[in-house]
């Protein structure tokens, strides 16, 4: 994660680029009217082992820089879809994102600045003349709606304190587990990993906002697999994403789970198999709370009901009962601790400035609103 002092001197780089992106400007084409930059640096480490050896150990720094530059008015820009393509992978600024991590030299970062601004630039105008030529024969359902929404300036900056991660240890760890996991009866392969990522987000835009945020997020993979007589793996996976190391199992611990994992195992090769069926089915705290995220969480996603593509399953449903439960959804990101357990997913302010704030998406099976 970035120190306060290297925080305060690439502001300064991103917020003048930003000003300039509202300068370009190309004979017959609208004009931007807004820019923001997203520059992440993430500091990470993986190692993971399999069956008492290593296989990686490599720790790594990597910058990149996010730009949304948008071209004509907050009533109607280039946005279409909801925005949902907006950093397809085949567009040619994809490929610029990538920043030096050099912090005495900054020369770099402001060619890499220049030519991602150049390259978003030249898609937006390309893209606003592409939606008015659609005007011409399809009609724009979600025209009623603005574009952009300008909301008020903000400062915002809070700087965590970086934790030192053991290289050697945890590479032990892994060999070590590895090495037990080889030896319990029936398990054909193995493997376990660990991965930490400490990131610094900075946030300014064009309209004056500057945000500074930091994220930290530990992760503990372990993977057992039994190759049956049919050739097919019955595996069982334990995973940890914690905020913090300290949440991290230690040796005692991961064993008691794992073989617990192990007894699922072993009761998944015993079990019979069944064919298809339609009817209720039992499902473990965290195999439900996935489901809902998977078949309700991304349908309540605001800006997929703008986009053709999307089923848009609950459009026009809001007061309607959705579940015929009487369940409550919210989506706090403002929580910062669950049961003593960092949430990883918790923010203050979004990637547009827009401070975090409870959302009601359903109450009692009827829903109240979207994300």
Avoid at 19 to 24: D, E, G, H, P, V
Avoid at 120 to 144: G, L, P, W, Y
């Amino acid at each position: 994660m970035l120190s306060k002092s290297f925080i305060d001197k690439l502001i300064p780089i991103l917020k003048k680029d930003a000003k300039r992106a509202l300068k370009i400007c190309v004979p017959g084409f609208k004009r931007p009217y807004y820019c923001a930059f997203i520059l992440k640096d993430t500091e990470w480490f993986n190692t993971w082992a399999s069956s008492g050896s290593t296989y990686r150990k490599r720790n790594d720094k990597t910058r990149n820089v996010y730009c949304d530059i948008r071209v004509g008015t907050y009533r109607y820009d280039q946005t279409t879809e909801g925005g949902l393509f907006d950093n397809d992978k085949e567009i040619e600024s994809y490929h610029y994102v990538s920043a030096p991590i050099d912090d005495k030299d900054y020369d770099g970062l402001r060619f890499a600045l220049w030519r991602l601004t150049e390259a978003k630039a030249r898609e937006a105008m390309a893209d606003f003349n592409q939606k008015q030529a659609a005007r011409v024969s399809t009609i724009d359902k979600n025209s009623a709606f603005p574009s952009f929404q300008k909301v008020k300036s903000l400062k915002f900056k809070r700087y965590d304190r970086k934790e030192f991660v053991d290289h050697v240890k945890w590479a032990g760890f892994c060999k070590r587990a590895s090495k037990w996991l080889s030896d319990l009866p029936y398990v054909s392969g193995n493997f376990v990993e660990v991965d930490t990522s400490q990131s610094t987000r900075i946030l300014v835009n064009t309209e004056n906002t500057e945000v500074v945020q930091h994220e930290q997020i530990f992760s503990l993979i372990a993977n057992i697999r039994h190759l049956d007589k049919e050739g097919s793996f019955i595996e069982q996976d334990l995973v940890f994403n914690c905020g913090s190391q300290r949440e991290l199992p230690d040796m005692r611990k991961f064993k008691k789970l794992m073989l617990k994992k192990h007894a699922q195992m072993l009761d998944l090769m015993r079990a019979k198999k069944i064919n298809s069926f339609s009817g209720p089915v039992l499902l473990f705290p965290q195999a439900a709370g996935l489901l809902f995220h998977e078949a309700i969480g991304h349908r309540l996603e605001g800006n997929r009901l703008l986009s053709s593509g999307e089923g848009q399953t609950f459009k026009g449903s809001e007061g309607e009962r959705v579940i015929n439960l009487p369940v409550t959804m919210r989506d706090n990101p403002k929580i910062k601790t669950f049961q003593g357990t960092k949430c990883i997913g918790s923010y203050d302010i979004d990637d547009e400035g827009v401070p975090a704030q409870e959302a009601m998406l359903v109450e009692e099976g009827i829903l109240r609103g979207f994300l």
